[in-house]
T-cell receptor
Framework: GENVEQHPSTLSVQEGDSAVIKCTYS??????FPWYKQELGKRPQLIID?????GEKKDQRIAVTLNKTAKHFSLHITETQPEDSAVYFC????????????FGKGTRLHILP | SAVISQKPSRDICQRGTSLTIQCQVD?????MFWYRQQPGQSLTLIAT?????????ESGFVIDKFPISRPNLTFSTLTVSNMSPEDSSIYLC????????????FGPGTRLTVL
């Protein structure tokens, strides 16, 4: 079955700097890779996703890249702000199959003033 | 996206008792899921709630411990039975986006503490 590894587990960056979170997956059949942000005491929220037919997707200050050959994908946050402080989860799945999403263990991102 | 609510938002229960958690969606959805999130941990799928049939449980989770109902396309319940302190966790339901089964949105969660 699918296995998703996520690094680092904790990341501290200065406000205004960029943050990068990396994930690898094991099942080459996976073709859908969502990222969730979970603020303290709140529900996980889908912030961006990428499908395997594209290599990069951007939405304002966040972007996700996918390398299918190496089976890894990354989340990039530029010009970080205090409200970016949260736990971020990557995940992998197969679209349009009755298949579960496998989550990484999460990265706790701290934005330092 | 759909508006998802859960009841109760939190509860403190005695060991040996059971708690039923409700998940309500404001529109019909195909897939509903139940997850557990232990303190400081990731999300673990308990089961997929199937409308009109028995839920599909993941490895390590059994129907006797976590019975699930899905009477229609907007509602599901998860019961945590014969609770022990190890069941203290956040329980979340999620629903599919209507575009694909895998694009999921989460409810606000139920924080359960078992004494």
């Amino acid at each position: 079955g699918e296995n998703v590894e996520q690094h680092p587990s904790t990341l501290s960056v200065q406000e205004g700097d960029s943050a990068v979170i990396k994930c690898t997956y094991s099942d080459s059949a996976s073709n859908y890779f969502p990222w969730y942000k979970q603020e303290l005491g709140k529900r996980p929220q889908l912030i961006i996703d990428i499908r395997s037919n594209v290599g990069e997707k951007k939405d304002q200050r966040i972007a996700v890249t996918l390398n299918k050959t190496a089976k890894h994908f990354s989340l990039h946050i530029t010009e970080t702000q205090p409200e970016d402080s949260a736990v971020y989860f990557c995940a992998a799945s197969q679209m349009n199959r009755d298949d579960k999403i496998i989550f990484g263990k999460g990265t706790r991102l701290h934005i330092l003033p | 996206s759909a508006v998802i609510s859960q009841k109760p938002s939190r509860d403190i229960c005695q060991r040996g008792t059971s708690l039923t958690i409700q998940c309500q969606v404001d529109s019909q959805v195909t897939m509903m899921f139940w997850y557990r999130q232990q303190p400081g941990q990731s999300l673990t799928l308990i089961a997929t709630a199937n409308q009109g049939s028995e839920a599909t449980y993941e490895s390590g989770f059994v129907i006797d411990k976590f019975p699930i109902s899905r009477p229609n396309l907007t509602f599901s319940t998860l019961t945590v039975s014969n609770m022990s302190p190890e069941d203290s966790s956040i329980y979340l339901c999620s629903v599919d986006s209507g575009v694909s089964y895998n694009e999921q949105f989460f409810g606000p969660g139920t924080r359960l503490t078992v004494l």
